[in-house]
């Protein structure tokens, strides 16, 4: 996992997509009782309160199928280790999906396969993994008739990027008045093979990727907001401190957009694992501990960026029994 996505490794997409999958068995549920909301009916189903967990279909003509987690194997152990970190372990998490639910229409002669449902929607894998380790998820293709509906009660939202375009202009702000306060929302590149975070925006798609939360991406958010600027500035990171707002570090509309839409909750951050994981790049890098000032190159990377290195002069302060840094961009 990098600062920008996470990537589904060969392993572990087959691992979950494949043989684990496979093992899993299909239940055709009929549907709603008479009265009670479809959507209602498939956060129940994808549960464990009635049965098994598992991964809710909502096909196209009401009736939904329901693909159960494996039964508990070496190999299913292993592949839930490998689980894509997007979906926080811990608790359980309502997820709904956005994706591709053509083939879950049925008819009595025949129920779709798991190999059809793979096809129509290839993190199928990771989204049963999700569901064996206590999530509740459902699927549903976001038509705008049904979009607000499918997203209550939600705390993460996952879109496959294929959808994108038959989705309503401004879907994002659907699913902020929808889903539950704090939710997440994710984005499935099919072409990058990665799950992104993303964000509201000002942009006329109404999104824009951002960035994951904690101390490290504010680091790398950090260097990447000193780094776009065109003027050289000198940020102090004191652990006795708040970390610095990034709002305050730019002018840029473009940047004021994207920062924003940052997960960060500056009071819940630590300002002292900032400056120990700093201290420890240079280290990695070949500072010694002696050194009061010395060099960061890094790669700044964005998702509508080139990659480019970037330098930066830091400088190491003691005061009152703690490191301070001070971080400038170089010209």
Known sequence: MDCYGVAMGAATSALLSGE???????VQVTG???GEDIFVAAR???GCANGPAGVVIVGPDGPFLKFSPPPTSRNLV?????LPPVIPPGRSWN???IGDTGFAALSPERIPTPVEAVHAI???GFLIGWSAVGNRIWVFDGHASEL???LAASDYLLVDSVMLPQLPARWMAVAQRSMNPGSKVLLHDREKQRIFPIAASNRPCGWRVTEPDGEVSYVHCLLTTLGREPQAQTVTIDPALPLPNLAALTADPDQLDWI???PFQYDRLNSATVVEYLLSAARKAGQHAWQKEWTLTTKLMSADRPPRLQEFACRRERKWMRTVLHITRHA
């Open 20 to 26: 684990s999958l496979l093992a899993g068995e299909t």
């Open 32 to 34: 709603p009782p008479a």
């Open 148 to 150: 607000s509906d499918g």
């Open 78 to 82: 292993e592949a839930l280790r490998k």
């Open 44 to 46: 129940r189903a994808a």
């Open 122 to 124: 290839p993190f199928l």
């Open 260 to 262: 924003v839409g940052l």
């Open 95 to 97: 997820v709904a999906v």
